[in-house]
């Protein structure tokens, strides 16, 4: 479990550094190293006899030696012998952290000596500002190979105090041996340290290489569970125990900004509150209040169920057109960082295993809302509070949690948000995933829910194929992007397979009847041709086959005028977007005469300034993308730029398990989460959210004060300032309406 501690892993420091050269040091100075003893990953019960590994620390850095036992070495599996490093070599693979593990350098070396980076997941920046450069050797010998290794980590240090750092480190090997007929065979996965679930690429299992216990180092204790930002020592915690007085001891309330990070925790910044700061809220909106529970005493931990009451008008009575909601904030680590990222409502609380498993704060939050605190430790809830069909004025409730008790109080302005008639939101999101296959039956209605709330519209799936389809398609509000082409042409188009000279009658002819047919079935499902449109393949390019793609255009719109056609053009070359010279030649014939929903990707929309003759051309819809997801800025830059919407990749796209972002090549495209009855919200989608309110807001200032509209979307502004400045700005034009 993500819980464990690190496996230990003693200081030994040696005088001088052997040479690098692939052969092992003498045995006097092997005797000296810790040895290191593979197991089998996820399977730690097997010990691995073939590979032996031995560590130390010398003035030059972190020293590794691995003798690597093959009985069929001349049968290593080397895709590229005497070439390039591939993924998929018989090679050994080694990963290392430093301080929160927020980041680390991951590197593999095949049997041949062949080094390769793992970019996506490089130490970066260091220390000291100079590349981590490795050195390392390969060296065969009869029935095996050794590999050495030197890692420079003194430029990841503090002024270079490599011996009082503590590191994490785990080393993996995979023995892949090639067939008779070409192919390769996995043999054996082992790992240093053991490791008990299927991916080596999970840091907080990686060992732990101790500092020098000779020399005394401040305790660093954590306001929040696993988010290292949030750190404190015990002298700073006695500091803030006296600045509390008789306060201290107790359960404390503190106000959070809404989108908080580790660093908003610090103690310096805890005070007891008795009050949140006032929400400000249009009469149909959702807004965050975050709220930080500490607990105050040294000694004892503590369990308490954090509540939140009704909300009460100014007169005191009891009201149900502004509701509360309690949120727990889960902490988790992912390859972009160790974050508060979850939030659980009470009825969407994963198993208590899985809680342990995949949140560093997994076992305090796990029975919410019941909380455990730690000596010291403190946890973050979020209150969720909608206004719907509230009228204007001032309302309260009482968030409470063992001693700790503070007011929420509310305004609610004269002001309706009114979403614009175009409306056209998207993102890219799978139905299912194959770690949680099993949803209860209401978990796609509210997942949709969700999605309407934060403006999504479009959804990017079949309407007839899957669950979550057949539920949207019953909403009339919801529009689909569907898959234009068999299979058979698709991933060749896509590849650039298909030039304009290989199109045939044929394929013309199975084009138009698959085209046919998908309209007949999305029609017999209750979708008609306004509600959906079709998709070529995906982000093309400057290639022969977007000029393929012209002629499907032409050609389906000349056989049925109802289709609709979606692009979203991305260009993207080695030398980053290109200039219009070299998009027109492809694009300029057909885009703006078939494309009715234009979505071309950031990078591309914004290469030049000014209108673009295709991309802010006349049609149904203009809009853009990006990937992965932006945060709540994405909307402000749609409407500064006159488009109809926006989106982004992706809602929810994992690579494995959507709760482990290391058990795959690369990041998870994970914005919300599989949860026990409906998708878990994150900041990210929160922030996505609050985003489309501000689009709605800039929308509906516009059709009144299009200039007043535009200054305030383009001001230097905070979001929180931002958005008031629209409330006000709405309510004035809402009391000066006759």
């Not at 199975?510 to 047919?517: K, T, Y």
């Not at 989460?673 to 929160?686: I, L, N, W």
Request: glycine share 8%; charged share 25%.
């Amino acid at each position: 479990e993500l819980q464990q501690a690190a496996a230990g892993v003693p200081f030994v420091r040696l005088d001088r550094t052997p040479d690098i050269d692939g052969v092992p040091p003498e045995p006097e100075l092997l005797e000296r190293m810790v040895p290191l003893a593979f197991t089998g990953l996820g399977r730690i019960e097997q010990a691995d006899p073939l590979t032996r590994g031995y560590l130390a620390r010398t003035p030059d850095g972190l020293y590794v030696l691995l003798e690597c036992e093959e009985p069929e070495l001349e049968r290593a599996m080397i895709y590229h012998p005497g070439g390039e490093h591939a993924w998929g070599d018989n090679a050994v693979e080694c990963f290392l952290a430093v301080g929160n593990r927020e980041r680390y350098y991951h590197f593999a070396l095949n049997s041949d000596g062949k080094f390769r980076d793992d970019y996506c997941r490089i130490i970066d920046p260091t220390v000291d500002g100079r590349p981590f450069s490795v050195r390392h050797a390969v060296r065969k010998l009869g029935d095996r190979f050794y590999v050495e290794l030197l890692l420079p980590v003194q430029g990841l240090c503090a002024a270079g105090k490599v011996d009082l750092t503590e590191f994490y480190f785990a080393l993996f090997r995979e023995r892949i041996i090639r067939t008779a007929d070409g192919g390769s065979v996995d043999i054996a996965r082992t790992t240093f340290p053991a490791i008990a679930n299927n991916s080596p690429h999970t840091p907080a299992l990686f060992a732990r290489l101790e500092a020098d216990r000779s020399v005394p180092a401040a305790a660093a204790l954590q306001v929040l569970t696993g988010l290292a930002d949030s750190n404190y020592s015990a002298e700073e915690f006695a500091e803030w125990q006296k600045r509390l007085g008789d306060r201290a001891g107790r359960l404390l309330a503190a106000p959070l900004p809404a989108d908080f990070s580790g660093a908003d925790a610090r103690l310096a910044a805890v005070e007891a509150a008795d009050r949140l700061p006032e929400m400000r809220m249009a009469r149909n909106e959702q807004e965050n209040c975050g709220v930080l529970l500490v607990n105050s005493d040294a000694a004892a931990g503590r369990r308490e169920t954090v509540t939140l009451s009704a909300f009460f008008d100014a007169a005191g009575n009891e009201v149900d057109t502004v509701r509360g909601e309690l949120l727990a904030v889960g902490n988790i680590m992912t390859r972009r960082g160790t974050r508060p990222q979850a939030l659980f409502s009470a009825d969407n609380i994963l198993a208590e295993g899985f809680m342990r498993k995949f949140l560093l704060n997994g076992r305090n939050i796990a029975h919410f809302p019941e909380l455990v605190f730690a000596p010291g430790g403190g946890e973050a809830v979020v209150v969720k509070v909608n206004s719907s069909g509230a009228s204007p004025g001032r309302y309260r409730a009482m968030l409470r949690c063992g001693e700790a008790a503070a007011e929420l109080p509310v305004e609610v302005v004269d002001v309706t948000l009114e979403a614009p008639e175009k409306q056209f939101v998207n993102n890219w999101a799978n139905f299912s995933n194959p770690a949680f296959p099993f949803y209860p039956e209401e978990y796609y209605a509210n997942e949709l829910a969700y999605r309407r709330a934060g403006g999504l519209n479009v959804q990017w799936l079949d309407p007839v194929d899957n669950p979550l389809g057949r539920e949207a398609a019953r909403d009339v509000r919801n529009f689909f992007i569907v898959s234009s082409l068999p299979q058979k042409y698709l991933h060749r188009l896509y590849g650039n397979g298909i030039h304009p000279e290989d199109v045939t009658d044929e394929m013309r002819g199975e084009v138009l009847d698959f085209v046919g047919q998908l309209k007949a079935r999305l029609a017999a499902a209750g979708v008609t041709p306004e509600r959906f449109a079709i998709e070529f393949w995906d982000e093309p390019g400057l290639k022969e086959a977007t000029l393929v793609m012209g002629e499907f255009a032409r050609m389906i719109k000349a056989h049925d005028p109802e289709i609709q056609i979606w692009c979203n053009p991305l260009c993207y070359n080695p030398l980053g977007f290109p200039d219009d010279d070299e998009v027109l030649p492809f694009y300029g014939a057909w885009y703006n005469r078939y494309v009715d929903y234009s979505q071309p990707i950031q990078g591309l929309y914004f290469r030049n300034p000014g209108r673009h003759p295709l991309w802010d051309a006349p049609r149904r819809i203009n809009a853009y993308y990006v990937h992965p997801c932006p945060g709540r800025d994405m909307p402000r830059r749609a409407f500064l730029a006159g488009l109809d919407g926006y989106g982004y990749y992706a809602w929810n796209a994992s690579r494995c398990d959507p709760w482990n972002d290391f058990d795959g090549g690369e990041f998870d495209y994970q914005v919300v989460y599989p949860g026990a009855s409906g998708p878990v919200p994150t900041f990210e989608s929160e922030a996505m959210r609050e985003g489309w309110e501000d689009f709605i807001m800039l929308k509906q200032l516009a059709q009144r004060q299009p200039e007043l509209a535009e200054r305030l979307a383009d001001e230097a502004l905070s979001y929180r300032q931002r958005r008031e400045r629209l409330l006000d700005a709405l309510a004035a034009e809402a009391a000066d309406r006759p």
